[in-house]
């Protein structure tokens, strides 16, 4: 379905210059080489795959239909989202289920909020740096990688334990239990993220471009290979795949998008506390990749929305809505566990295909 | 990597003394043998004699405890799998291992993994580049397909498959990644007959694209159709090497894989 190339089916091609040098790709023609202009256009053109388009149609229309209450819980679950995202690809597609994404978050909420207020740094330098130093965490703890399963379920949960402890006992860094305060409101290049729309466009913007990057990498080999590793490590070492590589990038890029997510949480919040990254949202990530359809690219930010936004509008009180994530993740685990994404997918393919006869 | 520092130089694979045990089990031990390039290589004995540990051994998914291998001249024991693809050994396993839910073409395209050559960071905008590479890989994923004669299930999904039709896969998926010598782990198992054949023909003429094979096989009829070379091991080691028909005809070789029955 998903590679498009020339399909010579019937062509008796036979393996031949295997005299010349072994990888010879074709190399794309010369006239093919990018241009910086065309490559923008592609950019704008590739990138928004139809799903996305239509999600951001959505999120532009939300508010203007549902009215702006909705607005700060749809802001935590496109937090939450960018979190997720990263989250899919490790969990959906490399079968790494981490519990530890919370942590991640917090690392680079921390950072970047550190980098603002002690040090004066501007929101883009801080945002990336919080990114950056969730990147580090990330690439000092791959070696847990190697874990599967259970095993790495354990390791993941403890390291969110461990960063929440150490949030706690460096309190001349994080302030520890009395909580971060004093984070200057977000200005990206000069515009100011002063009210609740312009916040709720930037964060849904992140996480809708963010699930379009993930999307194309994982369309290629690097999806291929995440795929082949989640199937059979053998195989993909056989074909080879570097496994142990491979598993560590995967634990990187859901790193760097939960690192991410948190930066952008502390501009959000303007103050953090450890409280703020419990173990219940470690769970509440892994819940939304798995309700929404943890191999969809879309699946993750799905599954917040209805982790998140339906619980509040529904006005069920925090000690409902804290059971809703738990809940689900178990019914749909049982029942659903290719996510709603996929099957809303089939759903409306199979009413297209009626439709049109 | 360049054509003449290669040719006629000596055997492709060389195999020197090579042990290996698990824990206290002792699976073979002083294996010795050598593969000559563009040869189809049998390797057959009773369940049991160690012919899976030694294709891992040489794959390099098991270490050996003692010997070495050799590829081309130089030591590959030690190196990691996804190495020793990229130099051009790769190997298919007794399970076809295929990603069920996605199309035949796109598990075969898992084998094109290490012919790559764009980088992953212009993945991420879909760069023409990346595009043009994923379809010229695409097009010689069908032609690996093709040479197993599965091309016409490009485009099902693999779980789809009979268990022949997704073992012929998973030989096109190694072959994708144009390796020279392939290690194939009884690609017959559970092929029927017209499978078997097609199977068989696939291998004669990858042979005669240059490719250098090492098989274990039980059907002794397709090994002796594609096998220039015979290796049987039993009882901890080569008992015989030579011609397919000779050493079929040799009684202790008759003796050791088919059992004490038939040897009389």
Not at chain 1, 112 to 133: I, S
Not at chain 1, 172 to 196: A, V
Not at chain 1, 234 to 252: I, M, P
């Amino acid at each position: 379905m998903r590679p498009k190339g020339p399909a010579p089916r019937e062509q008796a091609v036979k393996f031949d210059d295997r005299e010349a040098d072994r990888p010879d790709v074709a190399q794309p023609a010369a006239g093919l080489a990018a241009t910086p202009m065309s490559s923008l256009g592609r950019i704008w053109v590739r990138v928004p795959q139809k799903g996305v388009l239509a999600a951001a149609v959505i999120v532009l229309l939300l508010p203007q239909l549902l009215g702006d209450d909705i607005l700060p819980s749809m802001i935590l679950a496109g937090l939450l989202g960018i979190a997720a995202v990263g989250l899919g690809l490790l969990a959906g597609r490399a079968g790494l289920v981490s519990l530890g994404q919370a942590a991640l978050m917090a690392v680079g909420g921390y950072s970047a909020a550190y980098a603002a207020v002690r040090w004066d740094w501007p929101a883009e330098a801080a945002l990336l740096f919080g990114t950056f130093a969730g990147l580090v965490v990330a690439w000092v703890t791959s070696p847990i990688c190697r874990l599967r399963g259970f095993y790495l379920a354990t390791a993941t949960l403890t390291l969110a334990l461990i960063v929440q402890r150490l949030l706690v006992a460096f309190a001349s860094l994080t302030g520890g239990g009395n909580g971060f305060p004093g984070i200057p409101p977000l200005s990206l290049f000069g515009y100011e993220f002063n009210s609740e729309f312009r916040f709720y466009v930037l964060v849904w913007g992140v996480a809708l471009l963010g699930v379009a990057l993930n999307d194309n990498l994982l369309r290629g080999r690097f999806g291929r290979a995440l795929d082949t590793i989640h199937g059979d490590e053998a195989t993909a070492a056989a074909a080879g795949v570097n496994v142990g590589r491979y598993k560590s990038a995967a634990w990187l890029i859901s790193g760097g998008y939960a690192a991410l997510a948190g930066g952008l949480y502390a501009y959000y919040n303007l103050f953090l506390s450890p409280d703020q990254f419990p173990l219940s949202m470690s769970i509440e990530l892994i819940a939304g990749v798995v309700v929404g359809g943890a191999a969809a690219a879309l699946g993750p930010l799905v599954g917040m929305v209805a982790l998140v936004v339906i619980p509040t509008r529904l006005d069920l009180g925090p000690s409902v809505s804290a059971m809703i994530a738990p809940a689900l993740l178990v019914i749909f685990a049982s029942f659903l566990p290719r996510g709603i994404v996929p099957h809303v997918r089939d759903l409306s393919d199979s009413l297209l295909r009626r439709v049109r006869g | 990597m360049s054509g003449d520092s290669r040719s006629q130089a000596g055997p492709i694979l060389s195999l020197r003394s090579l042990s290996k045990g698990f824990g206290g089990l002792k699976v073979f031990s002083d294996v010795s043998f050598d593969i000559e390039a563009g040869t189809v290589v049998g390797l057959i004995g009773p369940n049991g004699a160690g012919k899976s540990t030694l294709i891992g051994c040489v794959s390099g998914f098991l270490r050996p405890d003692s010997g070495s291998v050799k590829f081309e001249g130089s030591t590959i024991t030690g190196i990691a799998p996804h190495t020793l693809c990229r130099a051009g050994v790769t190997r298919t396993f007794q399970h076809a291992y295929l990603l069920s839910h996605l199309s035949v073409l796109e598990n075969v395209l898992v084998g094109c993994h290490v012919r790559a050559r764009c980088g992953q960071v212009r993945a991420l905008w879909r760069s023409r580049a990346v595009a043009a590479e994923e379809a010229a890989l695409a097009a010689s994923a069908m032609e690996a397909l093709n040479s197993v004669g599965c091309a016409h299930l490009a485009h099902q999904k693999a779980g789809s498959l009979t268990a022949g039709q997704q073992r012929l896969v998973s030989v096109a998926r190694a072959l994708s990644s144009m390796p020279r010598v392939l290690l194939l782990d009884e690609p017959a198992a559970g092929l029927n007959e017209s499978e078997t054949t097609r199977l068989a023909d696939a291998l004669r003429s990858l042979r005669e694209t240059g490719l250098t094979l090492l098989v274990i096989e039980h059907d002794i009829r397709l090994i002796n159709a594609i096998s220039d070379h015979l290796v049987v091991l039993a009882d901890g080691g080569v008992i015989m090497e030579g011609e397919p028909a000779a050493v079929c005809a040799e009684p202790t070789v008759i003796k050791a894989y088919l059992g004490g029955l038939h040897a009389q």
